[in-house]
């Protein structure tokens, strides 16, 4: 792992589909999101194809890290998809194109009932204006 991508792995008691159905969905990331700033937007639907969009409402009050920086959305657009294996996504803004950071989940199953799951955060790609 680079300083770049920043990832946890654990394996969670339950079936790769399972967890599949919650990571694909982007209400799905709301429900487990632990910082409390992530709200769907209502026309938010399961992924299933690379190029797809879902745009999600963010609201950093919770986290108080930004200075000015309260509500917002952003757009993310699908990477790769694999069924019951891997989302990711990229970030952008709703009229700008992504910033070149990733964000996935990738599952590995380790029985029918248990999952490695593996959360990260990939910035290798990132945009240079943001880089600097």
């Known amino acids: 792992m680079s300083e770049e991508r920043v990832s946890v792995t654990r394996v969670i008691a ?8 919650i990571v694909s969905d982007p209400e799905g990331h709301v ?4 910082s409390g700033m992530l709200e769907a937007s209502a026309d938010a639907k399961p992924l299933t194809a690379v190029g797809e969009t879902f745009d999600i409402h ?3 009050t919770p ?3 930004i200075p000015g920086l309260v509500k917002y959305s952003v757009r993310n ?8 294996r891997l989302v990711e996504w990229t970030i952008g803004g709703i009229d700008q194109p992504p910033l070149g950071h990733l964000y996935g989940w ?7 009932s ?3 799951v593996t ?3 990939d910035w290798n790609n990132i945009v240079q204006a943001l880089r600097d």
């Open 106 to 112: 990738q599952l590995t199953p380790v029985s029918d």
């Open 63 to 65: 986290l108080n890290d």
């Open 77 to 84: 657009t699908v990477t790769q998809i694999e069924p019951d």
């Open 14 to 21: 339950a079936p790769a589909a399972a967890i599949y159905a």
């Open 119 to 121: 959360n990260y955060c």
């Open 58 to 60: 963010m609201d950093r």
């Open 31 to 34: 429900r487990i999101d632990g």
């Open 114 to 116: 248990e999952t490695e």
